[in-house]
C-alpha cells in the first residue's frame, strides 16, 4: 500500500485532519480564545526543533518527537510556578511526508498535553524542506508565585526535584543499542523512556508554599525592592542539565554554590551501568531531565523533599562566594569549579 | 570585509544580540511574565514563514520579511477585536546566514511592533538548513467585544476597511521590475510599499462600538444564545484575500453574501494600471493587504466607515441564501458566484 503524504492531501486535508487534535472550538477563527484565571501573570516560553538537530529518526519516533517538545515547553511553565493553559504549534514539513508522521507526532503531543490537563489551542502548518516544530507554550501564575533565577540568596539551599542522568543514558542506549547488555530490561526500558517521554515536572507546582504564606514567612524582608522579598523560591529547570541550571541560577542572582557530590541525585540505573565518574558526568551535564532546580529556605526544601518523595533531595547551598563548587565530603575527589562551557551549543 | 555568520559568533553570541531588540526584563528566564488588564480574554495565533516558499531575497528584504511576518499576526489578533500583548519569535536559519541579516529581521518585527506599542517577549533559535520564522502573538479582549466568523447574520451589511488589491500588485512589480512603467513614481512606491509593509488594522479595534453599548443596542437579543446574542460584530481578516474573507465568514456562520462590484475597494493605482477586469480579480483573491471584513448593521457600519475614512466602504451585505455572489447593478457584467477554490494552498 502506498503511504499518504502531505502532498497526497493537501494543505486543507492535513489541517483538518490535525483539528482532531485540537479541542473543537478553538479552531475555525483568526486566532484562539482562552480564559484566564481572575488577576494571574501570563507565562510565555517558545521551542524550535529542527530534524536532525533536535531529533531523528534512529531515536525518537514521531509520538516520542512530540511528547518531548511539549514536554520541554511545560517545563519551562513549571520552572516559572506556572500552569498550563495551552500551546500553540507551528509545524514545516516537506510535502513528501507521510500523513501517519504527522498524525503520530500530534498524537504524541496531546498524550503528553492531556497528562498535564492542557490542550493545543492553535497552529499552523507550511511547506519546508526539513520537518521543524516550533512550539509556544502559555500558563498563568499568581503574581507572588512565580519563581525566577535572579532571587537566590546565600543561605538557601539547593533542591533537585527528581534524578538525573537518565535522559542521557537513554539517549546512549537508543545510539547504540549493542550497549548496555549487563542492564537489566526493566532498567533499560526506564533510561529509554526518561529519553524519549520525559515528564515535566508541573506536579511540583500544586505542591510549592501558597505565595501568601511564603509572603508571610519571608525572612528577606528588609532592605530589597517588593518583588525581591516576594520571591522566596528561586529556580529553573534542569533542560540544559543540573549543572548548567546552577550557574545559570548563581550568575542572574550574583552568587555561588557548593554542590555536594555525594547527594547528586544519580539515577539508580546509572550506578549499576557506568563508572561512578560517568555517573556523574551525566547526572552533572547530560540535560533533558526536566526537573526542577529550586533555591529555596533550608525548612522549607525539607519539608517539600519530603512531599515529593521519589528521588527529590537537597543537593547543596547557595554560598556568597560566586565560585559553584562540586566538593566532595568524604575528601576522595578534589573540589571541582563547574563553569558553563561545558552546556550545549546550537551552532 | 568578511561577512559574520551566525557561525562566527556562535548560538549564544546571537542570543546576545537578539535581546538587545527584546525589553531587559523579559530575557533571562524559563519564559516571559505578562501582566494582562484585569477581566480580560486570551487571544493566541501563530504563523510560520518558510525562505523560498513565503519570502524570497527578490521581493522581501529581511526588514520586510520581519514587519510583514509581525503584520500578519497583529492583524490576527485585531480580526479577533484584541490588542496586543507581545509575540515571541522562533528563528530556525543555517550556520552560514549572516548576522545581518537576522538583525535586519529583528529590526523590520520591531519597527512594526513599535508601531502597534507591543513588543517580543521571547524566542528560541536554532540551527535549520532553511530560515524559518514561527510567530505567535498574543492579545487581550474584553469578553463581550471578540470578533468572531460564525456570528454573521442576514440583514448585516459587509464593511471593508480599506483598499485592497494593492499588495499583490507590489508583488507583481518586484517580481517583474520591468513592468508598471506607466505607473507615476508615487504609486509605483505605494504598491511595493504596500506588499513589503502592511499595515494591520489594530486602529479599527479601538474605533469600534463599545461592547456594553453592543449589547444593549443588540437587535439580536431573541433566539440565540447568550455569546452568539452579544457578537454584533462578526468577521475576519482579509490576509487570504477579500473573496476568502467573505467566503469564510459565510461557511461559518452557515449564510451567504451579496457583493456589489461597483463598490469593491479597489486600490486606486491600480486602476490606472491594469484593466479593470484584472483590478476586481486582485481585489477580490489578491491577500496579504491585511484589512479587516466585518458584519454588522447598517446604521453601526455607516457611523464606522465614516470614522476609519479612507477606503473604508460597505461592499455588501449577508443573505439567507447561501451562496455568495459578486453582482453587478449596472448589468454589464454577470453574477457571478465565489467559491474557495481560488484560495491558495500553501502545499
Redo the contacts between chains.
Keep these: 500500500m502506498e503511504m499518504l503524504t502531505?502532498?497526497d492531501v493537501?494543505?486543507?486535508g492535513?489541517l483538518k485532519r490535525l483539528q482532531a487534535f485540537c479541542p473543537p472550538e478553538m479552531v475555525?477563527?483568526?486566532?484562539?480564545?482562552?480564559?484566564?484565571l481572575?488577576?494571574r501573570?501570563?507565562?510565555?516560553?517558545?521551542?524550535?526543533?529542527?530534524e536532525h538537530?533536535?531529533f531523528s529518526p534512529l531515536t525518537t519516533p514521531p509520538i516520542s518527537v512530540g511528547w518531548r517538545a511539549v514536554a520541554a515547553n511545560l517545563?519551562?511553565?513549571a520552572?516559572?510556578g506556572?500552569l498550563p493553559?495551552?500551546i500553540?504549534?507551528?509545524?514545516?514539513a516537506p510535502?513528501t511526508t507521510s500523513v501517519d508522521w504527522v498524525e503520530d507526532l500530534y498524537r504524541g503531543m496531546v498524550d503528553c498535553l492531556q497528562r498535564y490537563g492542557t490542550v493545543i489551542?492553535?497552529?499552523?502548518?507550511?511547506?519546508?524542506?526539513?520537518i521543524?516544530v516550533?512550539i509556544?507554550?502559555?500558563?498563568q501564575?499568581q503574581p507572588r508565585g512565580?519563581i525566577?533565577?535572579?532571587t537566590a540568596l546565600p543561605g538557601d539551599v539547593i533542591l533537585v526535584t527528581g534524578g538525573h542522568g537518565a535522559s542521557r543514558a537513554g539517549l546512549e542506549l537508543l545510539l547504540h543499542p549493542e550497549m548496555g547488555c549487563e542492564l537489566a530490561a526493566i532498567d533499560r526500558a526506564t533510561l529509554i523512556r526518561a529519553h524519549q517521554y520525559p515528564q515535566p515536572r508541573l506536579d511540583v507546582v500544586g505542591k510549592l508554599p501558597h505565595p501568601e504564606a511564603l509572603r508571610l514567612s519571608s525572612p528577606r524582608a528588609s532592605g530589597m525592592n517588593q518583588s525581591t522579598r516576594e520571591a522566596l523560591i528561586s529556580g529553573?529547570?534542569s533542560s540544559d542539565g543540573l549543572a548548567d541550571a546552577v550557574l545559570q541560577i548563581c550568575r542572574?542572582s550574583g552568587v555561588g554554590a557548593r554542590l555536594d557530590r555525594s547527594a547528586l541525585p544519580i539515577h539508580p540505573a546509572l550506578k549499576t551501568w557506568k563508572s561512578a565518574e560517568t555517573a556523574v558526568q551525566w547526572t552533572l551535564y547530560g540535560g533533558e531531565d526536566f526537573e526542577l532546580v529550586l533555591c529555596l529556605p533550608l525548612e522549607m526544601a525539607q519539608s517539600l523533599v519530603g512531599e515529593l518523595g521519589g528521588a527529590a533531595a537537597i543537593v547543596g547551598a547557595i554560598t556568597p562566594d560566586p565560585d559553584v563548587r562540586l566538593i566532595d565530603p568524604t575528601g576522595v575527589q578534589p573540589d571541582e569549579i563547574l563553569s558553563l562551557d561545558r552546556g550545549f551549543?546550537?551552532?
Excluded: K, N, W, Y
Excluded at 501573570?41 to 529542527?50: I, N, S, Y
Excluded at 500553540?88 to 514545516?92: A, F, I, N, S
Design positions: 502531505i502532498q493537501g494543505e486543507q492535513l475555525g477563527d483568526d486566532a484562539a480564545v482562552l480564559t484566564p481572575p488577576e501573570l501570563l507565562v510565555v516560553t517558545t521551542d524550535v526543533l529542527v538537530v533536535h517545563s519551562d511553565l520552572a516559572m506556572a493553559l495551552g500553540t504549534v507551528g509545524l514545516g510535502s489551542v492553535g497552529g499552523d502548518i507550511c511547506r519546508s524542506p526539513v521543524s516550533a509556544t507554550a502559555f500558563g501564575v512565580v525566577r533565577r535572579s529553573m529547570d542572574a551549543q546550537h551552532f
